[in-house]
């Protein structure tokens, strides 16, 4: 009988998130071709009673348990963070040092669903490589410099991240990525995913796009069927102005939740109507290189571009 790896999957999740984590868990478990081979942890930034009640009707459903890793707040209330994203975001830092008899886990944000059979993904073999991700092609390489990446490396979309604890512990990485943050600050727009990518360029394997497939697609690729991961970026399906292709898959899956009877849209108004109008109207008279050149130079400006 063939002897299946333990899957370990690692989710980060303040209160605010823990519907979005249910979605995912609930995505991953329906498609699971192994469900108890999986573990999996979340390191807790506060999820209340309440969401963790609702968190158990999904474990029970599926036969699993969720390893609750509270997290010392205050360790990261100095550091930087801004838009949507809270302090949770630099918790997988921690990841080596908070599962310190774990080899290898798959890290993933809980703006993500999972439509196949995830140990496709968590089987690829790291062993030379301090993790894998999917490169993030919609990066401005002449920021390269301000973030200390060599020329000609690539950079890396942090949302999905399969990773080799051993590799991180036996150079004490995470302490050097964290004096990285503190000494840059304001200057890492991406937080963390900036300061990883800035200390382990090149120390990286680079995975097929279908492993983390963001709202921006890239010239060069093409959604098919053999898409494994959909990851939200920007815009979340919940919001009214997302636009990536395949926001109706949350959708699906949030309906297999506890959350299912929650509102679909949280800023559905008068003036996000209009603006999404005229979204798809540009959308469809400029070319996709032009929107995306659009989306790069504002979004490098601060002005919010959907």
């Known amino acids: 009988m063939e002897n299946i790896e333990k899957i370990n999957i690692v989710f980060s999740s303040d209160n605010n998130y823990a519907q979005y984590l249910g979605v995912t868990l609930c995505s991953i478990f329906e498609n699971s071709k192994n469900k108890d081979k999986i573990d999996i942890y979340v390191l807790d930034g506060g999820i209340l009673k309440e969401n963790k009640d609702k968190l158990k009707i999904i ?5 699993f348990t969720i390893i609750y890793i509270e997290i010392d707040t205050s360790l990261f209330k100095d550091f930087y963070i801004s838009g949507y994203l809270t302090q949770a975001t630099y918790y ?17 944000d809980c703006d993500i669903i999972v439509k196949g059979d995830i140990s496709e993904l968590y089987n690829t073999n790291i062993d030379n490589y301090f ?3 999917v490169e993030d092609e919609g990066f401005i390489s002449k920021f390269f410099s301000k973030l200390e990446i060599a020329k000609n490396e690539k950079y890396f979309n942090a949302g999905v991240m399969l990773m080799n604890l051993d590799k991180w512990r036996e150079t004490n990485i995470n302490k050097t990525i964290i004096n990285f943050i503190n ?8 937080h963390d995913q900036d300061a990883i990518n800035s ?10 796009y279908k492993y983390n497939v963001t709202t921006t697609i890239p010239d060069n690729h093409q959604i098919n069927n053999d898409v494994l991961i959909v990851h939200y970026t920007g815009p979340k399906p919940w919001n009214y102005l997302c636009l990536h292709p395949l926001k109706n898959e949350y959708f699906n899956y949030l309906k297999k939740t506890p ?24 959308y469809f008279i400029f070319p996709k290189n032009i929107i995306n050149l659009i989306k790069k130079i504002k979004r490098k400006i601060g002005i919010k571009f959907y």
């Open 199 to 208: 200390i382990l360029y090149g120390k990286w394997l680079n995975l097929p």
């Open 59 to 63: 474990e029970s459903k599926y036969n």
């Open 259 to 282: 959350w299912n009877e929650s509102k679909k849209y949280k800023d559905k108004s008068i003036k996000n109507i209009i603006i999404k109008f005229l979204e798809k109207i540009i």
């Open 131 to 133: 993790f894998a991700a």
């Open 92 to 108: 997988r830092i921690m990841i080596p040092d908070l599962l310190p008899n774990v080899k290898k886990v798959l890290y993933l």
């Open 183 to 190: 000494e840059k600050r304001e200057q890492l727009e991406s």
